[in-house]
């Protein structure tokens, strides 16, 4: 029973810290694609990446909300498994009755992490929480759509103009610190 315990345990770690290594390499590819002359200036690129960075963002308080509910869950079935080990229980009735005391503290952890999980969601994403409030204000007037931005608040989609004075911008960037040539 403990190896099972110590097995949940440590792929919940391994997981939270591949969790937090994508995490990390999704904001150094930012980083990279938004500084700099960069190898894949395509737009989808762009767009993916921001994309990615603002999803582990928002997954980010529920995986931490699913690891605690875990190492809960882990020492609730651990006392459980001590409490009726202890215990000599004479009765398949007693047994049946100390087991359910057990049973509902899982009910309570599972039904406040169901209450949770919503509110971490909406509030650990900026957009998703202004759409959220935009549906509670019950303003059904015409609005329009609003232009998709880089992390940093920089427009994403560029006009052509702004694309190509950017290209030259930073060609001549690179023209500026390339090695002279005798």
């Not at 759509?145 to 608040?153: A, I, Q």
């Amino acid at each position: 029973m403990k190896i099972f315990f110590m097995a949940l345990l440590i792929s919940d770690f391994v997981s939270i810290i591949a969790f937090l290594l994508l995490l990390a390499i999704n904001k150094r590819r930012y980083r990279y694609s938004s500084s700099g002359f960069e190898k894949h200036y395509a737009l989808s690129a762009r767009y993916q990446i921001a994309e990615n960075v603002r999803t582990t963002r928002l997954l980010y308080p529920l995986v931490l909300a699913y690891l605690m509910g875990s190492v809960i869950s882990i020492i609730i079935l651990y006392q459980a498994g001590n409490t009726l080990k202890a215990e000599t229980l004479g009765s398949p009735f007693q047994i049946y009755l100390a087991a359910t005391n057990w049973g509902q503290s899982f009910d309570i952890l599972f039904a406040l992490l169901a209450i949770i999980f919503p509110h971490l969601a909406i509030y650990g994403h900026h957009s998703l929480l202004r759409e959220f409030r935009k549906v509670l204000t019950l303003d059904h007037g015409r609005r329009r759509p609003r232009r998709p931005k880089r992390l940093n608040g920089d427009p994403l989609i560029m006009t052509c103009t702004e694309e190509r004075n950017l290209h030259f911008e930073r060609l001549e960037a690179m023209w500026q610190h390339s090695p002279r040539r005798p």
